[in-house]
């Protein structure tokens, strides 16, 4: 995935886009608010929120993916034999490079654990794009 990889990297591609944006609300160059008129995500956030979705499938919708997400994520409560505050967060394995931290199961993890409680509840897969959407756009 494109979006995985260093910034750095990517840095060409986030500049066209906010090129072809402004070019197509004729905006000019020093204008910050691209992403809104046409209700997109920067590449960024565009990302995480399909990792995000990715997790909230593997835990409530498994049986709409291949079978090798049906463990993909673990919940702390499953890895240790005692209570902690975080037991109803993702287990995130310590990782040991920036690729790691990189890797779809790190980074969901990471990013699933930030998520306030009211949008990790259960609902349908169109509810809670739109709700994830909408909480990344106003981070």
């Not at 995935?1 to 004729?26: E, F, G, P, W």
């Not at 993916?65 to 209570?83: G, I, K, M, R, S």
């Amino acid at each position: 995935m494109y979006a995985n990889t260093c910034v750095t990297y990517l840095d060409k591609l986030i500049k066209l886009n906010n090129k072809i944006l402004r070019i197509l609300q004729n905006f000019p160059i020093r204008t910050h608010d691209l992403y809104t008129k046409f209700n997109v995500l920067p590449l960024d956030k565009l990302h995480n929120h399909q990792i995000i979705l990715l997790v909230f499938k593997c835990l409530n919708y498994a049986h709409l993916l291949p079978p090798l997400y049906a463990n993909y994520f673990v919940l702390n409560a499953e890895v240790h034999d005692y209570n902690t505050r975080a037991s109803t967060d993702l287990h995130v394995r310590g990782p040991r490079s920036t690729f790691e931290q990189r890797c779809i199961r790190c980074k969901g993890s990471m990013l699933w654990n930030r998520l306030p409680a009211r949008l990790k509840l259960p609902s349908s897969i169109p509810v809670f794009k739109r709700k994830i959407k909408k909480y990344l756009s106003s981070q």
